[in-house]
């Protein structure tokens, strides 16, 4: 599996990604919001967009697909609740459909949260030494959740949380639709200050462009992403500053470190 991840250098910082099948040369366009970008990056590697993907409807993931359907003929997919929702969208795709597209096998994951139309996508064994692939859109990023305030809606991020990304093994690949790296470190640090891990990749994120951002994987994210570190006990006493009553369920946890995050 090849996966060409382009920067955007815009205000949102997004990434778009094209996943190829390194034997047919066929590939997937996914979130593509730098349409001229995307399909340079395909031309200049071999690649041919067979199909466009979005992982939800919010523009900054969709607002490049007329440009690559008009110029590939590719169909837009995403999932069904999208439906009406993302324009020319010609299937809507459910839990455990898989895409296939050259040799590459994608399965969906339904991940709502962010939006409640929201999937990601998993390669179970395409990485360059045959791990897990997970392309995460807007729900997990490094170091931090995605946000709930544009159609989304927290308690199913927590759930997408416990159900989709927690049974997933540590040498899976992370691939997010945003860098936010940096910042989301910065607050990880805020409400974790002796997290070591937190610091040290703080400090190499510091010194790249975020082009060059580092690919981390999920058992990386579990050192210092506090929304999988609900049980450490430095995250539940600061959190108790900011909300006295705060619950002991891992939910309340999350929900509160989400808030926290809204007004980072
Ligand atoms: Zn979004």
């Known amino acids: 599996m090849i996966v060409l991840r382009h920067y955007m250098n815009n205000p949102l910082r997004n990434f778009n990604y094209l996943i190829g099948c390194e034997h047919s040369g066929e590939a997937i366009a996914l979130d593509p919001l730098g349409a001229d970008d995307v399909m340079a990056l ?3 590697n071999g690649l041919t967009i067979r199909l466009i993907l979005n992982t939800h409807e919010h523009h900054d993931h969709i607002d490049g697909n ?3 359907q008009a110029a590939t003929g590719a169909e837009v997919w995403a999932h069904q609740n999208a439906e009406g929702k993302i324009p020319n969208q010609a299937r809507g795709l459910v839990a455990g459909d898989v895409i296939e597209v050259g040799t590459l096998r994608l399965k969906v994951l339904f991940t709502p949260g962010h939006t409640l139309a929201h999937l990601c996508l998993l390669s179970e064994d395409g990485g360059p030494q045959g791990q897990p692939v997970l392309f995460s859109g807007d729900t997990l990023f490094n170091a931090a959740a995605g946000n709930c305030f544009r159609g989304g809606d927290v308690d199913q991020m927590y ?3 416990v159900s989709q990304f927690q049974p997933l093994p540590d040498e899976t690949l992370l691939y997010p639709g945003h860098d936010y790296m940096k ?6 640090l805020d409400r974790e200050p002796n997290n070591d891990m937190a610091r040290y990749w703080l400090e190499q994120v510091e010194a790249i462009e975020a082009a ?3 690919v981390m994987t999920l058992g990386q994210e579990r050192t210092y992403n506090p929304f999988f ?3 450490q006990p430095r995250i539940r006493e600061r959190l ?3 909300f006295p009553s705060l619950g002991e369920g891992d939910r309340d946890v999350f929900k509160a470190l989400r808030a ?3 007004k980072w």
């Open 66 to 68: 007329p440009v690559v």
């Open 183 to 188: 910042n989301n470190l910065n607050f990880a």
């Open 212 to 214: 060059d951002m580092p």
């Open 229 to 231: 570190r609900l049980h």
């Open 42 to 44: 395909a031309r200049d």
């Open 240 to 242: 108790k500053e900011s």
């Open 159 to 161: 759930d997408t949380f």
């Open 260 to 262: 926290l995050r809204d």
